[in-house]
């Protein structure tokens, strides 16, 4: 899989794995965004959130944003993921992993940022536990702001110029109410 290629997808475009914008053609610095789950974002199209994403990416200095998600099932509804068979996607661990490993290849920026889990209960349950694991895959997060409950918030709820700060999520409970 090359995460710098513009859109990962699953062959069936169910998944998307990986988006990367080019953000400047001087260096390899990458701001490596980790959200929810991918939206209508794909290889010409920015959602609200890519918008955001790169105009911060630009902020930090950073020439690209490589986005990954917790889940890759691509769907605006996040009660979505609950009832489908495979939320996660095949490559998606492999993906975020082989980003992790760019960003800090590459002195990047690691970017938690998928927010409190939403939803339905099932949603909400699914979702904590998912951000469980995506979390303890290194500790090398950051985040732009952090919830009351712990968790990383989503950039496009949150004002510009927020500079990134490192998150640990250990000791989190990720516990929906």
Not at 31 to 50: F, H, K, M, W
Not at 130 to 158: I, M, Q, S
Request: charged residues 20%.
């Amino acid at each position: 899989m090359d995460i710098l290629a513009a859109a990962n997808f699953s062959p069936d475009r169910r998944h998307r794995y990986t988006l990367c914008r080019p953000i400047s053609m001087f260096g390899d610095r990458p701001l490596v965004s980790c959200g929810y789950n991918p939206s209508v974002a794909a290889e010409a199209r920015n959602d609200p959130t890519i918008t955001r994403e790169v105009t911060l990416a630009e902020m930090l200095d950073c020439s690209m944003l490589i986005k990954v998600n917790t889940f890759a099932a691509v769907s605006p509804y996040p009660d979505d993921l609950a009832v489908m068979s495979d939320p996660v996607g095949t490559h998606n661990d492999e993906a975020i992993q082989a980003a992790v490993r760019y960003c800090r290849e590459h002195d990047g920026i690691l970017l938690a940022c998928w927010g409190t889990p939403k939803g339905k209960a099932a949603t909400r349950r699914l979702a904590a536990q998912r951000f469980r694991e995506v979390a303890a895959l290194t500790n090398h997060w950051t985040a732009l702001r952090v919830t009351k409950e712990g968790h990383p918030e989503h950039p496009l709820y949150l004002p510009g110029g927020l500079v990134p700060s490192p998150w640990n999520a250990q000791g989190k409970a990720y516990m929906p109410t």
